[in-house]
C-alpha cells in the first residue's frame, strides 16, 4: 500500500486479557519501529526492526509486551495480561533503513488506541 | 542509547509571529535530526531534516540548524499561522530513531 497501515484502530479490552496489534509497513522498507504514546505524551520507543538483524527491544516496558516481524514486513504486538497502563496509542513507523538519501525517514501509522478497562 | 531533551514542552505565540523549539542529544555520533508534526488524532509526519554534515537547512516558514559542538539542534517557524499548531517531535539517531518528548505549540489568531 501507499502508507503504513495499522490495525485495529480501537481496541479496547478488559484487564487481564491478552492482545494483538498488528503493522504492514510500506512495501520495500526494511525498517520498522513501535512506539508507545499515553494521553498529551510524547513518543515512547518499544522495539526496532531492521532487516534480517536481531531487533532492539531495549524500550520493552516488561515482559508482558512483545513483538514479531514475519518475513521481513508485517508486525505484530502483542501485549499480554494487560494493564490499565497499557492505555495508549500504538504507533508504527518503517523506513528505509540505514543508508541513502532516504535512509532514516519515518512514515507513521495512525495509531492503535488501546484502552484497557 | 540515544537521550533527546526538547524545550519548551509548551509554546503559544500570536499569528505571525516567530516560533523556536529546541533540542539536545547525548549521543556525539548520532547524525541524522529530523523534525515531525503530529496534529490531533494522526501519526506524526515529518516536516524537515537536517543531516550533520550540513548547519541549516531551510523549506518556506521552517528552517532547522544544528550545532554539533554543542550538540543541539532548533527549528524554526516564521510567520506563523493557525495551522501550525500541533505537537511537534525533534529526533536523534545513527540508526534507531529516539524522539524528544514534544511540544505543543498554539498560534493564536
Known amino acids: 500500500g501507499a502508507g503504513v497501515s495499522q490495525s485495529p484502530s480501537n481496541k479496547v479490552t478488559e484487564k487481564g486479557k491478552d492482545v494483538e496489534l498488528r503493522c504492514d509497513p510500506i512495501?520495500?522498507?526494511?525498517?520498522l519501529y513501535w512506539y508507545r504514546q499515553s494521553l498529551g505524551q510524547g513518543l515512547e520507543f518499544l522495539i526496532y526492526?531492521?532487516?534480517?538483524?536481531?531487533?532492539?527491544k531495549s524500550g520493552l516496558p516488561s515482559d508482558r509486551f512483545s513483538a514479531e516481524r514475519t518475513g521481513g514486513s508485517v508486525s505484530t504486538l502483542t501485549i499480554q495480561r494487560t494493564q490499565q497502563e497499557d492505555s495508549a496509542v500504538y504507533l508504527c513507523?518503517?523506513?528505509?533503513?540505514?543508508?541513502?538519501?532516504?535512509?532514516?525517514?519515518?512514515?507513521f501509522g495512525a495509531g492503535s488506541r488501546l484502552t484497557v478497562l | 542509547g540515544e537521550n533527546v531533551e526538547q524545550h519548551p514542552s509548551t509554546l503559544s505565540v500570536q499569528e505571525g509571529d516567530s516560533a523556536v523549539i529546541k533540542c539536545t542529544y547525548s549521543?556525539?555520533?548520532?547524525?541524522?535530526f529530523p523534525w515531525y508534526k503530529q496534529e490531533l488524532g494522526k501519526g506524526p509526519q515529518l516536516i524537515i531534516d537536517?543531516?550533520?554534515?550540513?548547519g541549516e537547512k531551510k523549506d518556506q516558514r521552517i528552517a532547522v540548524t544544528l550545532n554539533k559542538t554543542a550538540k543541539h539542534f532548533s527549528l524554526h517557524i516564521t510567520e506563523t499561522q493557525p495551522e501550525d499548531s500541533a505537537v511537534y517531535f525533534c529526533?536523534?539517531?545513527?540508526?534507531?530513531?529516539?524522539f524528544g518528548a514534544g511540544t505543543r505549540l498554539t498560534v493564536k489568531p
Open positions: 526492526f531492521q532487516g534480517n538483524s536481531a531487533p532492539d
Open positions: 529526533a536523534a539517531t545513527i540508526n534507531d530513531m529516539r
Open positions: 512495501s520495500g522498507h526494511t525498517a
Open positions: 513507523a518503517s523506513s528505509l533503513g540505514p543508508g541513502g538519501s532516504g535512509a532514516n525517514v519515518l512514515t
Open positions: 537536517i543531516r550533520s554534515n550540513v
Open positions: 549521543d556525539s555520533a548520532s547524525n541524522y
